[in-house]
């Protein structure tokens, strides 16, 4: 027979994952003050007379970390450092509630290493929306180079034409040593057979 104090952890539990797994707003503070108040409600249960096997204890420790782990991972600055932290969360293994099918915590993972996935293929596409509902990749919205940038760039090109120019000569040049070296080699080959006869 589960406690009163066990009962109540099963339901904040249960509750932090469904609004884990629902997508938040920046503003979103309930969730974190939920999984304090579950990392208080743990301990309390683990001095608690009539408290629950050691495995199921594990159990719910795993869960409130991983937890506590997946607000710290979205508070990361970029979405590559969010997906890898993401990645090495370790979800619950067993459901909180009886009517569950999969894990809870298994489907907020996965939901939300969709979302960093998500987030970071906006950031290489460039896909995110501006201020203005159109996207910044969107070509006639691009500004053109400053000056100083544009001069920059003629230079840049100036120097790839000249290093690409100087590997063509380069080139040719080994072209035209290799062949002075086989021409070389067939021919002291020739005076090689003529002394041998």
């Known amino acids: 027979m589960a406690s009163r104090l066990e009962i109540n952890f099963i339901r904040l539990l249960s509750r932090c994952e469904f609004v884990a797994s629902e997508k938040r707003g920046e503003a979103e503070w309930r969730l974190e003050k939920y999984v304090a108040a579950l990392e208080d409600m743990l301990v309390a249960l683990r001095k608690s007379p009539s408290k629950p096997t050691q495995e199921v204890l594990t159990e719910y420790t795993r869960k409130v970390d991983f937890l506590k782990g997946l607000l710290e991972a979205e508070k990361l600055p970029s979405p590559t450092e969010k997906a890898l932290a993401n990645q090495f969360l370790a979800p ?6 009886a009517n569950e099918r999969m894990p809870a915590s298994k489907t907020v993972h996965i939901q939300s290493k969709a979302r960093c996935t998500g987030e970071m293929r906006e950031e290489l596409l460039g896909t995110r929306l501006s201020g203005k509902g159109t996207t910044d990749g969107d070509l006639r919205n691009r500004r053109c ?22 590997q ?10 290799a062949r002075n070296l086989k021409n070389n080699t067939l021919a002291a080959q020739n005076i090689i057979k003529q002394d041998n006869q």
Request: aromatic fraction near 0%.
């Open 92 to 97: 619950g293994r067993t459901p909180t509630i």
């Open 145 to 166: 180079l400053p000056l100083d940038e544009r001069q920059s760039a003629a230079e840049l090109d100036a120097v790839l034409q000249h290093h690409h120019s100087l």
């Open 168 to 177: 063509e000569k380069l080139a040719e040049d080994m072209l035209n040593l």
